[in-house]
């Protein structure tokens, strides 16, 4: 009988995100899959048939078992002794089909574990110009469509369980065609068989005593993040200084209206201009990476563009601004659009000034008003389920779907 274990199967392009904070990445595996449940990363990279990039990683520190086979006989004969209930990190782009098709080979059962709270999704294509259409279904929509096709045929993998702790998207994804034609013609062509609804990975953050307000935070989601150029298109340098110029005045009447520092908390998968605006940034704030949630805590106004840790700023009640600009394009309006709909915020459009003729106690109110929409926010995408934490619920959900170990 093969062995259960529990995989992270991963490549050169994820290991390059991750590599800088793997070690806490994993511990969160850790601590959500049974005890007696051996871990391990499977890095897949030597499978590219164009070898990418070697990425060194410090197998000594990690909390798990680390395997990398040499071709893919290695991977087969691995798997033909283990069984592999694995969370696929390797992107479902046509140059990694090739990948995702031997994954298919070996792996039994793949999960999907979102518990981050509310993730701002939109595929709407409204006010894109027919060049913007034309970018946005090759570099996504085709793409995707091909893999939905090859999952009914099951020659790439379909996510047999998804754990997640927004009910606004499992509402989303109940309505979606998959589930009308399940529904209705008892045909079942789903990408993703089972959902379950669990707390959010910051439930336990309120317990923590590391609440202050001494700071301006502004969480970056990258002006020049890959997702958006993929459905924008390329980004014009001057909208990028422009951009960056009305940032930076933004930031900085804050600053001088509360007397706060200001912390920008870098995006990691976004990349940063060399320019004199940028420049200006970099000179009056101060830059941190990968303490996002830290500075969250001790902030006092929490500044987003469209972020997961929003669900952190909304949990502890801080003040929250969300920014706007017509420089950020299609896909982060459509994007703000959808957070909208979910929770009402403070929104400010940093293309003019006006924001700087608000005096600092009408600010105070408007954020103070605002935060009577956060309750709701908070039982519907962070905690829906205060008697259980969200370690427990999703041990639980992996033991009784796979494992069936009586010590979770």
Do not use: W
Not at 228 to 243: F, P, S, V, W
Request: glycine fraction near 2%; aromatic fraction near 14%.
């Amino acid at each position: 009988m093969k062995k259960k274990i529990f995989g992270i199967i991963i490549d050169t392009e994820r290991l390059n995100i991750y590599s800088e904070n793997l070690k806490f990445y994993l511990k969160n595996y850790r601590e959500i899959i049974p005890a007696n449940v051996e871990i391990y990363l499977i890095d897949i990279s030597n499978l590219h048939l164009f070898k990418k990039k070697k990425i060194e990683i410090n197998i000594d520190e990690l909390e798990a078992n680390y395997f990398k086979p040499k071709n893919f006989k290695e991977l087969r004969n691995f798997a033909n002794e283990n069984y592999i209930i694995a969370t696929i990190k390797i992107k479902e782009t046509l140059s990694n089909l090739r990948l995702n098709i031997l994954i298919n080979m070996v792996c039994k059962k793949k999960v999907i574990i979102n518990n981050m709270g509310f993730f701002v999704m939109s595929n709407e294509i409204k006010n894109y110009t027919f060049f913007e259409k034309l970018n946005f279904f090759f570099n996504i929509k085709f793409t995707y469509y091909i893999y939905r096709i090859l999952s009914i045929f099951n020659i790439v993998i379909k996510t047999d369980l998804m754990i997640t702790s927004s009910g606004s998207n499992i509402e989303k994804f109940n309505k979606g065609i998959s589930k009308i034609i399940k529904d209705k013609f008892k045909i079942d062509i789903s990408y993703i068989k089972n959902y379950y609804k669990v707390n959010s990975y910051f439930d336990g953050i309120k317990n923590k005593k590391e609440l202050d307000d001494k700071y301006i935070v502004f969480c970056d989601s990258g002006f020049d993040h890959a997702d958006r150029i993929a459905r924008d298109g390329e980004i014009k340098q001057l909208d990028r200084d422009n951009y960056y110029n009305n940032l930076h005045k933004f930031l900085l009447d804050l600053k001088n209206k509360f007397d706060k520092e200001v912390i920008f908390c870098l995006h990691p998968k976004a990349e940063y201009p060399h320019s004199k605006n940028f420049g200006k940034i970099k000179k009056d704030f101060l830059f941190k990476k990968y303490e996002t949630e830290e500075y969250i805590k001790k902030s006092y106004i929490s500044i987003f563009i469209s972020s997961l840790s929003l669900n952190i700023a909304v949990l502890l009640k801080k003040n929250i601004i969300v920014i706007n600009s017509k420089l950020l394009g299609n896909f982060y309006k459509l994007r703000n659009d959808v957070l909208n709909n979910e929770i009402k915020l403070f929104q400010v459009n940093i293309d003019n000034d006006d924001f700087m003729d608000i005096k600092k106690n009408e600010i105070i109110k408007k954020l103070n008003n605002y935060q009577k929409n956060y309750d709701k926010f908070i039982e519907n995408n962070i905690i829906s389920n205060k008697e259980e934490n969200y370690i427990y619920q999703i041990r639980n959900i992996l033991n009784n779907q796979y494992f069936g170990q009586k010590n979770i």
